[in-house]
């Protein structure tokens, strides 16, 4: 059964700084990685994602890259700012289990001015 | 493409009512995911549908809990009756061939 992991469960950093958030899964057999970001009271907004193919995605400020060997994904974010501020989550959906994805319990970004 | 649709976006009913949500996928997307999110629980998957026929429904919580996809451009999710500790926010998400979700922005039910 696959397991996501996202560590730390909060994190608070003063603007400008850059940033680098984790995701582990257990399971190395996946079809893809996605990031979410999500504001209070708000949906799931998609930010990257990764297909098992690939290595890395580039967004603007955003990069995430993904190792399965490890079992690793981390969403870099550049120049962070106040904006920035939410909860991620990433999630990793199956080969098998085609087209269900599991969801880590996501990492809530504080952003100081 | 307008995105994945949900209506309404916050329903407030009292105890014993029955509730109905809405969700519009993306056209194309062959998958359609009901999902709850509360503090306590986080994020949970209810049910899912591929091409229409539900796939996976153990995340169902109860006999209460039931739901449809008709066609490709429509499902519900509905509480009948509906309790107290159904409070959440439901969401709807769809996935097409290229892979990833694209969630609706959600129902937020409030049942007193």
């Known amino acids: 059964k696959q397991e996501v992991t996202q560590i730390p469960a909060a994190l608070s950093v003063p603007e400008g700084e850059n940033l680098v958030l984790n995701c582990s899964f257990t399971d190395s057999a996946i079809y893809n990685l996605q990031w979410f970001r999500q504001d209070p009271g708000k949906g799931l907004t998609s930010l990257l994602l990764i297909q098992s193919s690939q290595r890395e995605q580039t967004s603007g400020r955003l990069n995430a890259s993904l190792d399965k060997s490890s079992g690793r994904s981390t969403l870099y974010i550049a120049a962070s700012q106040p904006g920035d501020s939410a909860t991620y989550l990433c999630?990793?959906?199956?080969?098998?289990?085609?087209?269900?994805?599991?969801f880590g319990d996501g990492t809530t970004l504080t952003v100081k001015p | 493409d307008a995105g994945v649709i949900q209506s309404p976006r916050h329903e407030v009913t009292e105890m014993g009512q029955e509730v109905t949500l809405r969700c519009k996928p993306i056209?194309?997307?062959?998958?359609l995911f009901w999902y709850r999110q509360t503090m306590m629980r986080g994020l949970e998957l209810l049910i899912y549908f591929n091409n229409n026929v539900p796939i996976d429904d153990s995340g169902m919580p109860e006999d209460r809990f039931s739901a449809k996809m008709p066609n490709a451009s429509f499902s519900t999710l509905k509480i009948q009756p509906s309790e107290p500790r159904d409070s959440a926010v439901y969401f709807c998400a769809s996935s097409g061939p290229e892979g990833g979700y694209t969630f609706g922005s959600g129902t937020r039910l409030t049942v007193v």
């Open positions: 999630a990793v959906e199956h080969p098998t289990n085609a087209g269900k994805s599991t």
């Open positions: 056209s194309g997307h062959d998958y």
